[in-house]
């Protein structure tokens, strides 16, 4: 007489897990156009300049130069980690981009090369940020970003934006108040 083989109940559930898995990396890869947007860890840039417009006064900081290296480190740390899934809708209209530069204090950092963050969110053709300071849409951790002078609807919303604050007010351009 011979036993029916046992079914074991892991082995379809395992199984049914695992294409579950599959198919959300699969859809999320399809949709950012990243493999790795699951990755917790943030590669690194290198900006080629970076620009603070300060309430009306345009510096701009290249390679090398005093104040660089500070905000290089700063914005890595402050890119380590992301709260959205989806872009933010929000826009940066003619008026608050002409706030920015004559009025207000946002960071700005241009690259050389494409950059994406392992996010969900689909960055292509990426090659500027935007981080209000002291500015409209300020304390909201928003990023902007945009490519070729021209900024995306929607912004990304960093886990925490203290470094780039400590940053912008060692280098004096930040009160130590704010």
């Not at 309430?55 to 660089?68: H, M, Q």
């Not at 209000?132 to 002078?149: E, K, S, V």
């Amino acid at each position: 007489m011979e036993t029916q083989p046992k079914i074991k109940l892991w082995q379809p559930v395992f199984v049914l897990f695992s294409v579950a898995l599959f198919i959300l990396w699969l859809i999320n890869t399809l949709n950012t156009g990243n493999v790795l947007w699951f990755l917790p860890i943030q590669p690194v840039y290198e900006p080629s300049r970076i620009v603070i417009h300060n309430y009306g006064e345009t510096v701009t900081i290249k390679r090398g130069e005093a104040g660089y290296t500070e905000l290089k480190n700063a914005l890595d740390e402050t890119f380590t980690g992301f709260t959205n899934a989806a872009l933010v809708p929000i826009g940066l209209s003619e008026e608050t981009m002409r706030r920015y530069n004559e009025e207000e204090l946002v960071l700005e950092a241009y690259y050389a090369d494409d950059i994406s963050f392992n996010t969900s969110v689909r960055m292509n053709n990426i090659r500027q940020l935007l981080l209000p300071i002291d500015a409209t849409h300020a304390g909201n951790r928003y990023l902007f970003i945009g490519a070729n002078g021209k900024w995306l609807a929607g912004a990304m919303v960093v886990e925490d934006d203290q470094p780039i604050m400590d940053a912008m007010r060692d280098l004096g351009y930040l009160k130590p108040d704010s």
